[in-house]
């Protein structure tokens, strides 16, 4: 199957910083990628969807001037949580997709980032 | 509203035996239908999917099944291996209706292989 990673893996940060996370599609190119954000014991929340140079689709809920969004190549996606708290804690995944050619296409995704703020 | 439901939050099967999770829908829309499977702390990793122009579809111990009219699909492993513990996702989309294909998830099934 196709290639997403995700960098870095895991952050520790204290309250107020911003923290970049990077998402590259490695053997495909993405036209379209999606952030998601999974609580402990809890589903994945899809926060925003990204299609490669235009701006990203936040979903109800989710500020977009806290988790900025920037997919500026059709292999790279980054989301930026600016001015992290605590409640920020939490497991960011990425995903990725090709163009939709037809009846379905998979998404794959990366490995994570665990983000904890101090 | 929950358009994908995954009512068993958790199975426990014995090693080499079948397990069988399953997944309900409501939205006659999807059309395409994904299993991932997700380690602690990892991101899902892809298994198998399913258009709606089919009803089976299978890649090695992995089958995926599904009946349209009762809008339920299932996933049967077997034989079921220690590795297979994880907890296990179905997702939908839906070409079109507005939503871009977009996959809605199910909450999983925590599923333990006992040896």
């Known amino acids: 199957g196709a290639v997403v990673s995700q960098h870095p893996s895991w952050v520790i940060c204290k309250s107020g910083t911003s923290v970049k996370i990077e998402c590259r599609s490695l053997d495909f190119q993405a036209t379209t990628m999606f952030w998601y954000r999974q609580f402990p014991k809890q589903s994945l929340m899809l926060m925003a969807t990204s299609n490669e140079g235009s701006k990203a689709t936040y979903e109800q809920g989710v500020e977009k001037d806290k988790f900025l969004i920037n997919h500026a190549s059709l292999t790279l996606s980054t989301l930026t949580v600016t001015s992290a708290h605590p409640e920020d804690s939490s497991f960011y995944i990425c995903?990725?997709?090709?163009?939709?050619?037809?009846?379905?296409?998979?998404?794959?995704f990366g490995p994570g980032t665990r983000l904890l703020v101090l | 509203d929950q358009q994908v439901k995954q009512n068993s939050p958790s199975l426990s099967v014995q090693e080499g035996r079948i397990s069988i999770l399953n997944c309900d829908y409501t939205n006659s829309m999807f059309d395409y239908f994904l299993w991932y499977k997700k380690y602690p702390a990892e991101g899902p990793t892809f298994l198998i999917s399913i258009s709606s122009i089919k009803d089976k579809n299978e890649d090695g111990r992995f089958t995926v099944f599904l009946n349209k009219s009762a809008k339920h699909l299932s996933l049967h492993i077997v034989p079921s291996q220690p590795g297979d513990s994880a907890v296990y996702f179905c997702a939908a989309s839906a070409m079109y209706g507005g939503s871009q294909g977009n996959l809605i998830f199910g909450k999983g099934t925590k599923l333990s292989v006992k040896p």
């Open positions: 995903s990725a997709r090709g163009p939709m050619l037809g009846l379905g296409e998979t998404q794959y």
